[in-house]
């Protein structure tokens, strides 16, 4: 038996819904190929930046805690939390210096120098994995090995708590939020809260990437062109243009023997896993606000980005490029630069 006769009268209707679904979908093909149509006019590079980049902006909101922030920026700058109250987390990430102190080494607990370069706080939510040899997955853990560790605050957490007991308007700050007040946990709790704050939007580069094509010159979008085009970006990419993979350093080449004068620090991720594999490997750096942080690299040895850009070409990828290239790629890097509490850095 016929299941379906489309003549017969009480079938009919079958016939005009097909028709009727044939029209809609002819008319949304016809919307995207008409979307589609005006991105083939435009150079690709440009209307990647819409679509499909390979990095993408910071978030210019970004829900936070105000209490928990305020406590913790005051904490942030509190030398009361290192031994002898010599260093607060602002001696090494200084924001007038784009969150690091501008030194190859930094100057930590009784002038001990740190096996490497101080990394920005900024951005840091963005990064899957802490510091140059990618030991840590959160800030929470990272703290709790930064305070202890004698080079950088060299302080265990009963005396840093008795030392902000001390102070009353820090008991009562703490009592506010916290019902058990001043301890190791809530400590750490509210300088997390204020370190996931520390976020730099609205670079140019961002500015470009959500549309403003007058947001960056010919160069600078020359230089983003060859910083994707000779596979900066399978290394740096992501939010915070890095931060989330693991490579060794000098992939093609040994830089390190290049450099000389081998440092337990220059063992990278090794020293986490004591995985042979893992001698020289470290975090591939974010490149967010990189115009402001040099010297560049976990030895601190590059001035200046285009002597960086120029390490990064020999080293990771093989290449000599020319000097104009190079520059336009810094220059590109230079439109990285965001802006903090509405301040550029
Ligand atoms: C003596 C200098 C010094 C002080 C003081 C210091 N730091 Fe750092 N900080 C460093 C160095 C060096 C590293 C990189 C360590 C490494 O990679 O092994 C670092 C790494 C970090 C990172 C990881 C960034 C990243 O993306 O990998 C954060 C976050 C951070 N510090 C926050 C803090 C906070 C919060 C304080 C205060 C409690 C603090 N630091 C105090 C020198 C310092
Ligand atoms: C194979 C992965 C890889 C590629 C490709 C790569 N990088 Fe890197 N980049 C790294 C690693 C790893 C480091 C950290 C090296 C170190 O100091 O130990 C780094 C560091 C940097 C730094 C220094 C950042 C800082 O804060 O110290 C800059 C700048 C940089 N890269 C730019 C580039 C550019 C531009 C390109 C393309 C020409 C590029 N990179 C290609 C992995 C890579």
């Not at 520390?198 to 670079?203: E, F, G, I, K, W």
Request: hydrophobic share 35%; glycine share 8%; with cysteine.
């Amino acid at each position: 038996m016929k299941l379906l006769n489309f003549n017969r009268p009480s079938q009919r209707w079958i016939r005009f819904l097909a028709l009727f679904l044939g029209a809609v979908l002819i008319l949304l093909l016809w919307r995207n190929i008409a979307t589609i149509v005006p991105t083939v006019t435009t150079p690709q590079w440009i209307e990647i930046a819409q679509t499909n980049e390979p990095i993408q902006a910071i978030p210019q909101q970004i829900e936070v805690d105000p209490p928990k922030v305020a406590l913790g920026e005051k904490l942030f700058q509190d030398v009361r939390l290192s031994t002898n109250n010599q260093k607060s987390c602002l001696s090494c990430h200084s924001f007038s210096l784009g969150g690091t102190d501008r030194r190859a080494h930094s100057i930590g607990i009784n002038g001990a120098l740190t096996e490497v370069n101080t990394p920005t706080v900024f951005n840091a939510r963005f990064n899957s994995r802490l510091n140059w040899n990618g030991k840590f997955t959160d800030l929470s853990s990272h703290l709790d090995a930064l305070m202890s560790n004698p080079q950088v605050m060299g302080v265990q957490w009963p005396e840093a708590v008795r030392s902000l007991q001390q102070v009353p308007e820090y008991a009562r700050s703490f009592d506010r939020i916290y019902p058990d007040g001043v301890t190791p946990t809530n400590i750490k709790d509210a300088l997390v809260a204020y370190e996931l704050s520390l976020n730099t939007p609205n670079s140019r580069f961002d500015r470009f990437l959500l549309g403003d094509k007058q947001a960056l010159n010919q160069a600078e979008k020359e230089g983003y062109r060859l910083f994707k085009d000779n596979g900066c970006v399978s290394c740096h990419q992501g939010v915070n243009v890095g931060g989330n993979i693991f490579q060794p350093f000098g992939i093609i080449g040994d830089y390190l023997a290049d450099r000389g004068n081998l440092t337990p620090g220059d063992l990278g991720r090794f020293n986490v896993t004591q995985n042979a594999a893992d001698r020289h490997v470290f975090r591939v750096p974010s490149l967010r606000n990189v115009a402001v942080t040099a010297p560049y690299f976990h030895d601190g040895s590059a001035q200046t980005l285009e002597e960086a850009v120029g390490k990064m070409t020999k080293y990771q990828l093989g290449r000599t490029l020319p000097t104009k290239q190079i520059e336009s790629i810094a220059q590109f890097l230079r439109t990285l630069t965001g802006e903090y509490r509405g301040k550029p850095l």
